[in-house]
């Protein structure tokens, strides 16, 4: 970075204008500035330039020298107070402003840009000091506005060549000047953009107010008059026609199988161990009677809560004590095992009771040994039923909007009632008692839906309907298939499903409303009303439109809706 106080060097482009150079003076890093011009600088042949040069100089406390040899820019620089030097190498000096004397005042000949670059800035102000006046001519007299500073003009009691007229000539030049601005191209461009952007919103604006928004309503009030229908339906997947006498009509069985399975973790516990072994002595009490019979094996004798099961036959035989009494006791030791593993089964001699044997008792004189532990775990009936819940709490509507879907696509109407799921097949991975840290259960179950043509509908409802209305003076105007209602109350029996279906029809004026849209459309209101009242049948007709802006019902078909009601209006019919 240069020294602040050093000269720098600036040269000047033949096409850069003053406030280019202005920027370039401010920019620059050192405080005396050499200004090298290019032959024909234009822009320093005026004087506001070149005293908005000096100005903004002063304002960055720069000191400039003009480096140039132009004769015409040596007055100029005069007036204002400006350095010009012919050369980098050359002395600076003021130059004579017009008629007066060239001579540079005392100093100025001592101006060295070398010797002077550390003078601090008000010693180089001082340079030409004590220099006299140059006087202006009144064609030099302009008057300059600075950012918010007043104007400041040459004083007009300064004697100039031309007196009084010259000094009004420049004062009227000076007022001029005032007045001239340079227009700001980019607000004008904005100005366009801004302009441009709200003619083509209102074009489209127009477009949309003019032919996309405009709707009419017409409702058409008629003697017209609901006719209900009320019948017990069989629906049966294996007819093909309609049977009238039987209400039978064909239907569609529409089905989908879920699967769905569920992880759980087993809660159960088994004990893998040991069993305990031991022996044990029957008893069969005294010898009154005959000896009993013999005591099977897998008979189960317990004590302590502990249950063992004997392991072979047992046969009582009379033996006489050393007192002399007679009983029946075993003929041997029978070999007892524990009906489960586990050290719990370790118990030490004692007596034990016998399943099933009147008067047979047991006891050891040895301990139950040989009982371990080793628990893991198990698949309880719990678990499996858990997994099971779980996969039952699967949400089921989209199952049924699936089978709805099927069954319109293919032209039926779905019996949403007869929506059932089959009993689900279920398969767990492991089974009650199975040792495992977790058990899976897969659960498969098929969905039904009935369904019944649309056009089957249609014809059972209008068999009932025709009868009741005069074909001569009377039409249906709404058959009432799309909102008829089916309920099913009874199980389906051997595939055929029963419902409750329920319909309204409405029966008036044959009103053809194709041909109403395209007489009314440009009409205004009470064209509309006149051409629709000269239909047999009409009571009332009302017109309205949105948005509030239309007045007329639209050219296009598309946004007109006719209404055909009830005289009164308690059913429409829309077209």
């Excluded at 029996?493 to 409405?506: D, F, I």
Aim: net charge neutral.
């Amino acid at each position: 970075m240069p020294n602040p106080s050093q000269k720098e060097v600036i040269y000047i482009d033949v096409d850069d204008e003053i406030t280019a150079i202005i920027d370039k003076v401010r920019s620059s890093a050192g405080r005396i500035i050499a200004l090298v011009l290019p032959k024909r600088a234009t822009v320093l042949q005026s004087i506001v330039n070149m005293r908005l040069l000096k100005r903004s100089a002063e304002q960055a406390k720069k000191h400039i020298v003009l480096i140039t040899t132009e004769t015409g820019l040596m007055p100029l620089a005069g007036a204002v107070g400006m350095h010009v030097a012919g050369s980098l190498q050359s002395k600076p000096i003021i130059p004579e402003t017009y008629g007066a004397a060239s001579t540079a005042p005392a100093g100025d000949d001592d101006f060295d840009v070398s010797e002077v670059a550390d003078k601090p800035v008000g010693q180089l102000a001082g340079i030409g000091a004590g220099r006299p006046a140059a006087v202006p001519t009144a064609n030099d007299l302009e008057t300059i506005q600075l950012d918010d500073e007043p104007d400041q003009t040459v004083d007009k009691a300064a004697p100039a060549p031309g007196g009084v007229a010259a000094a009004a000539a420049s004062d009227k030049a000076a007022k001029k000047d005032k007045k001239l601005a340079v227009p700001d191209f980019n607000k004008f461009r904005l100005g366009l953009i801004v302009g441009g952007v709200l003619l083509v919103g209102l074009l489209v604006f127009f477009y949309f107010a003019a032919f996309v928004l405009p709707k009419a309503t017409v409702t058409i009030a008629t003697d017209s008059s609901d006719i209900k229908t009320n019948a017990t339906i069989n629906l049966s997947p294996t007819e093909t026609q309609i049977v009238t006498e039987e209400n039978l009509l064909p239907a569609r069985i529409e089905q989908k199988q879920q699967t769905g399975s569920q992880q759980v973790s087993a809660t159960g516990q088994k004990n893998k161990g040991e069993k305990a072994k031991g022996e044990v002595t029957l008893l069969a009490g005294t010898c009154t009677a005959d000896p009993p019979a013999d005591v099977p094996a897998g008979t189960g004798v317990s004590a302590n809560g502990q249950t063992f099961i004997t392991q072979e036959n047992t046969t009582f035989m009379p033996r006489i004590d050393g007192n002399r009494k007679c009983t029946f006791v075993a003929d041997d030791e029978t070999t007892v095992i524990a009906q489960a593993p586990g050290a719990s089964y370790n118990i030490g001699p004692g007596t034990f009771t016998v399943a099933g044997g009147s008067g047979v008792t047991a006891k050891s004189s040895e301990a139950m040994s040989g009982g371990t532990d080793n628990i893991v775990k198990s698949v309880k009936t719990e678990d499996i039923e858990s997994a099971k819940q779980k996969i039952n709490a699967t949400d089921t509507n989209s199952i049924k909007s699936d089978l709805r879907s099927k069954l319109e696509a293919a032209g039926y109407t779905a019996i949403v009632d007869s929506f059932n799921g089959s009993e689900p097949v279920v398969t767990p991975s492991a089974q009650v008692g199975d040792e495992s840290d977790t058990v899976t259960v897969t659960q498969s179950t098929t969905y039904t839906m009935y369904g019944v043509k649309k056009s089957d509908v249609r014809t059972f409802i209008l068999a009932n309907v025709n009868k009741r209305i005069d074909p001569k003076r009377q039409k249906i105007l709404n058959d009432g298939v799309s909102k008829a209602n089916f309920d099913v109350s009874a199980p389906v029996s051997s595939g055929v499903l029963t419902a409750s279906m329920s319909a309204t029809s409405l029966a008036g004026p044959d009103i053809n409303t194709a041909a109403i849209k395209t007489a009314i459309k440009g009409k205004k209101t009470n064209d509309v009303r006149t051409y629709v009242r000269s239909t047999p049948g009409v009571t009332d007709v009302t017109v309205k439109y949105s948005p509030f802006w239309v007045t007329k019902v639209p050219n296009k078909e598309s946004k007109i809706t006719v209404l055909i009601d009830k005289a009164d209006a308690s059913t429409n019919a829309q077209n």
